[in-house]
Structures are given as structure tokens and as C-alpha cells.
């Protein structure tokens, strides 16, 4: 079905061509009001729109009445580190965290990312750093092969994440890998966390660009989910074209789970079931433009 979104586009592109008509002497608005086939055209377009919009309200309206059900209390008592990335939505991260806490989850740390550690012009004080880092640490805290952005998301992934289900205390070694982040600008603020969460949530804003952009996000998707047990990548947009799309595509996150439209209830409920499911089984492509389905409920 095509999205709501879509139809949205499509009005205004009809809309902005009846004015470019008019602009130009011949336009068909002329006709508008008179019974003329293009006014007839644009409430029909209108038509669609509203049931499109009347859909997705009650599609909102059913997922957000079926969460609590589908959840089952299955993150109870589980922890869950958020990591925002620069140009997520305030709203949508506020919205996300809701339905974590309605499964019965806690949230440990909402962690914002500065545009500094993934912006590809700093890539050498972010290999520098990171080298540094992972040679103070104990051997084999780090992969010996990780890469520049592999070993920073790894690096990120200690201060607030853990392999074992029930995660794990900050102990002194990730505190001095944060305070280090800190000072380097590569987190806009270091929230204080009381638990290593086993589960990290990515919400996704804008699109980290510039040379090789795709592939220093994904190898930071990585490394940071490489920390923990499980991990869920979020974003509004999975259409084709968009960078979650392009991501979904990079074999080397096949073990990373993904959601997209969490603008919407539909997406958030998505992405807290994806959490719960990490728990167990990785990686899926989920939400409006998911290749596994809307929701993933395996």
C-alpha cells in the first residue's frame, strides 16, 4: 500500500503545478470551479489523502491498544541504553523510550552522539583517540582488527552496554573510556548510568554524509553492537533511497536488527518488540519498508 506520506507528496506536487500554470498565462486553474477535469482531479487526490490519514490514525490507534499485550512484559527487568545520533527527534527518542518502559523495561542512559564522531573530516583524531583507548584497556577488550569506527563504536559500547543479559556495573576502565569521549567533543553530554545495559537502542537522525558516510556508520553500528547482546537500529525514514535502506543492504550488519517509521506508534511498538527479540535471535528488517515484515514477532 502506498504510504500516507507519499499521497502527502503527490498533493503538493499537483498543487505546485497548477500554480506554475498559472504563472505562466495558460494555466489550468481556469478551469477550477467550472466542473473542469484537473478540479475534479485534485479532490480526488484530496479523497485519498484523508483516508490514507483516517488508515494511519487508526493504525496508530490499534498498535498503540495492542503494544502492551504483544509486549507481555518481556523487557522487565531488562536494561536498555539509548544512543541518539546528531538530528534525531527529541519527540520520537521520548516516544521510544515510553514504549520500553510500557514492556516493562528500564531505561539506563539516553546517550547523545556529537557530530564530531562521525563526521568523516575528524576520522583521524577519532583513530587516535580510539587507538589510545583500547591499548589501556585489557587485551581482547577491544578486537585487535577493528577498524577506526569498529573500535569507537566497541569503545562507546563499554561505557553503557554488556554482553551478559543482566548487564553488568560501570566499573573504573569505563569510566575513564567516557570521561576520555567526553573530553575528546565526540558525546554531546555523558548521562550518568547506573548499570551496562545488555540491549542498545539507535535512533537515527541525519544522515551522516560526506566521504564514505555509509560505511562509517555501519562500521560504528558495529563495533557498538559488538559490546552488547542485542541491538536495534531506528529511524524514520526506511524508503528506498534513504540511508537505513542503504545500511540494510551492508552485509556486514546482517546481525543487526532495524526498524523503520518510528515516527509513527506502529514503528515504536516495532522497535520494542525488535528489543525483545534481540534478546535471542539478531539481526531483521522491520517496519513499513522491511523486507521481514511490520513487526517482528518471531
Known sequence: MISFRTHVVTLV???????VGVVLGGGPLSEVGRGGSDSEDVAELRTV??????RAEAADRF???????????????????????????DAVVEALTGQLVAAGGAVSVVQ??????LNP??????????????????????????TTYDRIGHLLGLTLAAKDAAGQAPDGRSAAVLES?????????????????????????????????DALLAAFLRGLGG???GIVVAAEDGSE??????????????????????????????????????????????????????????
Not at 512484559?73 to 539509548?82: E, F, I, K, N, W
Not at 547523545?112 to 564522531?117: C, K, N, S
Not at 587507538?131 to 582488527?145: I, K, S
Open 13 to 19: 506536487s499537483v498543487f505546485l503545478a497548477l500554480a
Open 49 to 54: 489523502a484523508a483516508e490514507d490519514a483516517r
Open 63 to 89: 498498535a498503540g491498544a495492542a503494544a502492551a499485550p504483544l509486549y507481555a512484559g518481556r523487557l522487565t527487568d531488562r536494561q536498555v541504553a539509548v544512543v541518539t545520533l546528531p538530528g534525531a527527534d
Open 112 to 117: 547523545p552522539v556529537a557530530p564530531t564522531l
Open 121 to 146: 573530516a575528524e576520522k583521524s583524531l577519532v583513530d587516535t583517540l580510539g587507538t589510545q583507548l583500547a591499548a589501556q584497556l585489557p587485551a581482547g577488550a577491544v578486537p585487535p582488527e577493528a
Open 181 to 213: 569521549l567526553l573530553g575528546a567533543d565526540l558525546l554531546a553530554e555523558a548521562p550518568a548510568r547506573e548499570r551496562r545495559a545488555p540491549l542498545v537502542l539507535v535512533v537515527l537522525g541525519d544522515e551522516v554524509d560526506g566521504e564514505g558516510g
Open 227 to 229: 559490546a552488547a547482546a
Open 241 to 298: 533511497g534513504s540511508q537505513l535502506a542503504r545500511l540494510r543492504s551492508d552485509d556486514s550488519l546482517a546481525g543487526v536488527t532495524s526498524v523503520d517509521e518510528v515516527d509513527a506508534v506502529t514503528g515504536q511498538v516495532a522497535a520494542t518488540l525488535g528489543l525483545i527479540r534481540a534478546l535471542t535471535t539478531s539481526g531483521g528488517a522491520f517496519g513499513a519498508s522491511g523486507a521481514d515484515g511490520a513487526l517482528p514477532l518471531g
